[in-house]
């Protein structure tokens, strides 16, 4: 069965400073990998995807995400944080079938400090 | 773009009371899903919808569960006598998808808060 593990609840960081929110999956086949953020009373908002080409995969408000095939992670990463970058951060991949049906981390809190 | 639009934002019921959520997602948007999120977990897929069409129910969802989408618009979502367990947030999603396409993104409302006491 597909799924993907964060391993981290939350994550703190100053602000200015790099980021990582990791996630690692499983799947058979080729995996389908998005990141997905949760602000407070808002619907999740996608960031980013990667289907297939390269590793690192750029996405919305500066956000990164690298893929791993032999660590079979999806780290996603941004060079600056921002206080606003404070939200939760899930991890999804797709699962098997017609549609894009998506399996979901347990998400991870990321806090950004002045 | 006005979203998608999810109704109540907020609902308490007592044990045993019947409930029904009503989900607008964007207009030209062919795919509706439902999830369920609780607290401290990522969203559990409920079902899915393709224009009118329900296609796959979750294995989470029992009898008690139904949802529909006439005419490929808006969806509602009914729990049936309802149970403390059944407390979350009740998120819609819909997207684009062409033909075969898998990996579109997905536009979430700000979900409806169930209790249930």
């Known amino acids: 069965a597909q799924s993907v593990a964060q391993p981290e609840d939350q994550v703190n960081v100053a602000e200015g400073n790099p980021l990582t929110v990791k996630c690692t999956y499983s799947?058979?086949?080729?995996?389908?990998l998005f990141w997905y953020v949760q602000y407070p009373n808002r619907g999740l908002q996608f960031l980013l995807k990667?289907?297939?080409?390269?590793?690192l995969v750029k996405g919305s408000y500066g956000f990164e995400a690298e893929f791993n095939k032999s660590q079979t992670s999806f780290h996603l990463k941004k060079p600056s944080a921002l206080v606003s970058d404070s939200a939760l951060y899930f991890c999804?991949?797709?699962?098997?079938?017609?549609?894009?049906?998506?399996?979901f981390g347990a998400g991870t809190r990321l806090a950004v400090h002045p | 773009d006005t979203g998608v639009s999810q109704n109540p934002r907020h609902k308490i019921t007592k044990r045993g009371q019947n409930v029904t959520f009503r989900c607008d997602p964007i207009?030209?948007?062919?795919?509706l899903y439902w999830y369920r999120q609780t607290l401290g977990q990522g969203p559990e897929f409920l079902t899915y919808?393709?224009?009118?069409?329900?296609?796959?129910k979750s294995r989470l969802l029992s009898d008690r569960f139904s949802a529909e989408r006439p005419k490929g618009s808006f969806s509602t979502l009914e729990i049936q006598r309802t149970e403390q367990g059944d407390s979350a947030m009740y998120l819609c999603?819909?997207?684009f998808g062409q033909g075969g396409a898998t990996n579109e993104k997905l536009f979430f409302g700000s979900g409806t808060q169930l209790s249930v006491l």
């Open positions: 999603a819909s997207s």
């Open positions: 799947v058979s086949g080729n995996p389908y």
């Open positions: 990667y289907i297939t080409g390269d590793n």
């Open positions: 999804a991949v797709r699962d098997l079938g017609g549609y894009n049906k998506l399996i």
């Open positions: 207009s030209e948007h062919n795919r």
């Open positions: 919808f393709q224009n009118e069409a329900q296609l796959e």
